[in-house]
T-cell receptor, first 118, second 113 residues
Framework: AQKVTQAQTEISVVEKEDVTLDCVYETRDTTYYLFWYKQPPSGELVFLIRRNSFDEQNEISGRYSWNFQKSTSSFNFTITASQVVDSAVYFCALSEAWVGDSNYQLIWGAGTKLIIKP | KAGVTQTPRYLIKTRGQQVTLSCSPISGHRSVSWYQQTPGQGLQFLFEYFSETQRNKGNFPGRFSGRQFSNSRSEMNVSTLELGDSALYLC????????????FGPGTRLTVL
């Protein structure tokens, strides 16, 4: 069965530290997509990245980087030199191509609350 | 390009009333999904619409319903409100396919007294 696990409920670090948020997924499909979203206190979910199962290259965008490892079914997210503005809840999600559009829904992790202290 | 918009942003209702929430997707997006988010249950999928048809529905009672118009705008309705319906209701739009990226609106925060 498909599932997304974010085992870290809450992480607290001091500003400028690096922090990694873990995401482990389960799927029967060979074609799937993984997503990361950020939810700041305002509530809106902000899209960060989409990665398909055939692209295992790591992605870097400024202070953000993502490590996708199919061998361990993980898609971890690292923030380098964290800032107070990074404080938010971060969600990992999975969509599978095999379910078809009629069964469309994203499978969400429970989220990790990240607190960056000044 | 304008993002996903949701109205109203905040709503206070009393038990037994009904409520209608509105969502305007990003231009060109034909799929609209609705989610309920509560502290205890996290993000829960309500339903998804594409070309005015409901393609998928989450595990919610029949009091929760929705529809989509020909311009892809969507509404969701909750009848006979209960205290437990207090939540942040999020709308997301995507182009069409199950694997397309969903872009979210700011949400409607519903409080039921």
């Amino acid at each position: 069965a498909q599932k997304v696990t974010q085992a870290q409920t809450e992480i607290s670090v001091v500003e400028k530290e690096d922090v990694t948020l873990d995401c482990v997924y389960e799927t029967r499909d060979t074609t799937y997509y993984l997503f990361w979203y950020k939810q700041p206190p305002s509530g809106e979910l902000v899209f960060l990245i989409r990665r398909n199962s055939f692209d295992e290259q790591n992605e870097i965008s400024g202070r953000y980087s993502w490590n996708f490892q199919k061998s361990t079914s993980s898609f971890n997210f690292t923030i380098t030199a964290s800032q107070v503005v990074d404080s938010a809840v971060y969600f990992c999600a999975l969509s599978e191509a095999w379910v078809g559009d009629s069964n469309y829904q994203l499978i969400w992790g429970a989220g990790t609350k990240l607190i960056i202290k000044p | 390009k304008a993002g996903v918009t949701q109205t109203p942003r905040y709503l206070i209702k009393t038990r037994g009333q009904q409520v209608t929430l509105s969502c305007s997707p990003i231009s060109g997006h034909r799929s609209v999904s609705w989610y309920q988010q509560t502290p205890g249950q996290g993000l829960q999928f309500l339903f998804e619409y594409f070309s005015e048809t409901q393609r998928n529905k989450g595990n919610f009672p029949g009091r929760f319903s929705g529809r989509q118009f020909s311009n892809s705008r969507s509404e969701m309705n909750v009848s006979t409100l209960e205290l437990g319906d207090s939540a942040l209701y999020l709308c997301a739009s995507s182009r069409a396919q199950v694997t397309d990226t969903q872009y979210f609106g700011p949400g409607t925060r519903l409080t039921v007294l």
